[in-house]
């Protein structure tokens, strides 16, 4: 069974074929109405339930999206109305929802949900974010990025700020997709070892960085993200933002980075936080077709969980 758990678990010859398609799907739907749909129907019969255990916008509504354009169904449903976790085990909710669903994407904490969800469903599983991961997000910023200039293999890519999960699957992407990054932020929030480890053994070239000046330099790409993720604690947020004010990206640190690095954040943003408004609405920042990108990108993984 195809799941969607995490880049690094997934086939490399897979996620470039899952780029190319989304890209394929892209073309196709050039100058069409946002709303009609494609003209191949591959997700016709099918129904998607669409579960979330935290906030989301772009994931809810591109999954959505998506869905509908290729002539499927969905079910958004949030984890504090159903049984899951509390009422039952996550075990029995994935085999109940599994003899009613095709396809169950979860945006859940723990990621241990998401493997016991994926043990036990009879249908494909799909990662919209956990605690550890967001590898959803990171196809449709690898595909942004080719977009703009090209294969990403090879080329270099700054994190700025907290090592999260958003951060674990640019390392995962760093390994399969063979491209180099440096991650500059204090110490007390590094990466995951694990995940540092896992993109050098692949041949990725990681470095550590604590001087963002240093960090930026022949940069490609630099990435920012929130300094407080959701399943953060709020009372850790006046440390992180002390620790985090000199990482953020304005227009002096993307001046130190050169005029042809992109700009990337996954969203939603804390404009005058992690980044400056200047940089985000700036000439090298690629932030808006990022987030229109995870609904291409997410109709060619549901395709591949699929098989269709
Ligand atoms: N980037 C992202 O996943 O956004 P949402 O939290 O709005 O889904
Ligand atoms: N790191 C952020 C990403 C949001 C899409 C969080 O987990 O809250």
């Known amino acids: 069974m195809n799941h969607f758990l995490d880049i690094h678990t997934t086939d490399p010859t897979d996620l470039r074929q899952m780029i190319e398609d989304a ?28 579960i979330f255990e935290k906030p989301s916008t772009r994931t809810r509504v591109s999954f959505d999206v998506g869905v509908r354009q290729m002539g499927g169904e ?31 994407m979860i945006r859940t904490f723990d990621p ?31 595909m942004t990025f ?15 700020g907290d090592g999260n999960n958003v951060c674990s699957s640019f390392l995962h992407a760093a390994g399969q997709f063979g491209f180099d990054l440096t991650f500059t932020g204090p110490q007390v929030l590094d990466p995951a070892a694990a995940d540092v480890a896992y993109a050098r053994e692949k041949g990725s070239e990681i470095l550590i960085e604590r001087d963002p000046y240093k960090a930026v ?5 630099i990435v920012a993200d929130t300094w407080v993720s959701m399943h953060d604690a709020q009372s850790a947020r ?36 992690e980044v400056t408004s200047e940089v985000m609405d700036g000439p090298q920042s690629v932030i808006f077709d990022e987030a229109e990108n995870r609904l291409h990108a997410q109709k060619a993984i549901l395709r591949w969980c699929l098989g269709v």
Not at 127 to 138: E, K, R
Not at 217 to 221: K, P, S
Not at 245 to 261: F, I
């Open 74 to 104: 969905t079910l958004v449903l949030s984890g504090s109305d159903m049984q899951l976790g509390h009422g039952e085990t996550i075990a029995d909710t994935a085999r109940v929802m599994s003899r009613f669903v095709d396809l169950i």
């Open 23 to 50: 890209r394929a799907m892209k073309t196709a739907r050039a100058g069409r109405p946002r709303g009609a749909a494609d003209d191949t129907r591959p997700l016709e019969g099918h129904v998607v339930a669409l």
């Open 238 to 273: 006046e440390r992180r933002h002390n620790l985090l004010r000199p990482y953020q990206v304005d227009k002096r640190l993307m001046e130190a980075a050169g005029s042809d690095a992109l700009f990337m954040h996954c969203l939603p943003a804390h404009r005058g936080e």
């Open 217 to 221: 330099e022949g940069a490609d790409l």
């Open 146 to 160: 080719e977009e703009h200039r090209g294969p990403i293999a090879g080329k270099k890519v700054v994190w700025t």
């Open 112 to 142: 241990s949900v998401l493997t016991e969800m994926a043990e036990a469903a009879d249908v494909p599983v799909i990662n919209g974010l956990t605690d550890a991961s967001h590898p959803c997000q990171i196809m449709a910023d690898v």
